[in-house]
């Protein structure tokens, strides 16, 4: 699993080995969930809904790139980092 972002106590993640539809892991103190690229929570809770909003700010923000890292994964090629929220 790679890291893409860290921004206010939210990581953001992609993982080589998981299948369709294109996600990535959240994490917020102890809590975690998996968000499409679109920001709908596929599984799981962040426990804050303002860790949730400011994760899907964020995606909102860098949908392009994510969508690249997806393919990069899918291709078994490195991930690059995306700038986090500020």
Do not use: C, F, N, S
């Given at each position: 699993m790679s890291e893409?972002?860290?921004f206010f106590g939210v990581v953001v993640r992609m993982h080589y080995w998981d299948r369709n539809p294109p996600h990535i892991h959240v994490e917020y103190q102890n809590d975690r969930a998996l968000l499409d690229f679109q920001g709908n929570v596929i599984r799981g809770d962040l426990g804050s809904r303002t860790a949730l909003?400011?994760?899907?700010?964020?995606?909102?923000?860098?949908f392009n790139e994510l969508e690249q890292n997806w393919a990069a994964v899918r291709?078994?090629?490195k991930l690059h980092p995306i700038?986090?929220?500020k």
């Open positions: 893409l972002a860290r909003g400011l994760a899907r700010d964020w995606i909102d923000l860098h291709a078994g090629r700038e986090p929220l």
